[in-house]
């Protein structure tokens, strides 16, 4: 006899900001709202990395300049994991990494440490480009993975879950 799950992947309407870090208050308070059926511990984590990656992108790319926007989506892909994806703008020669950081130079430097907490709050993380190209960089979504235990996924969620 084969256990077959009854799990449809999930997804949530994007969620489209101008790209100021004016906004990051808002971004938590979206994420919180769309998540409001999970655990609180882990709409914690991923209301912290969503504000991390949105500062990022509104500091680092295209997305911070005039007219700019970060687009915040999030999915449930299996049963045991939830994705948090942030879309910039790029036009920019940097990607996101860990500092090389040694001894207590992470204790004592103001920037650059969150793409740290991303990777210590989130099962996993990374990027790709929104449109591949040879040499322009058109935007990257910088997405980090969640592990949810068995039944942290809230039953009778549809297909697509609407945001307004």
Known sequence: MSLLSSFSPVRWEPRVYRGSLELASQVRSHVRADLAAFPDELACDVELCASELFANACEYTASGGQDGEVVRTLRLPGEDRLRLEVTDGGFTDTRP??????GTDWFTCERHRGLLMVAALALDWGFYPVLAHPTLNLGLVVWADFALAPGQ??????????TA
Do not use: Q
């Open 153 to 162: 996924a809230p039953t009778g969620l549809p297909r697509f879950v609407h």
């Open 97 to 102: 990494t860990i500092p090389d950081l040694t």
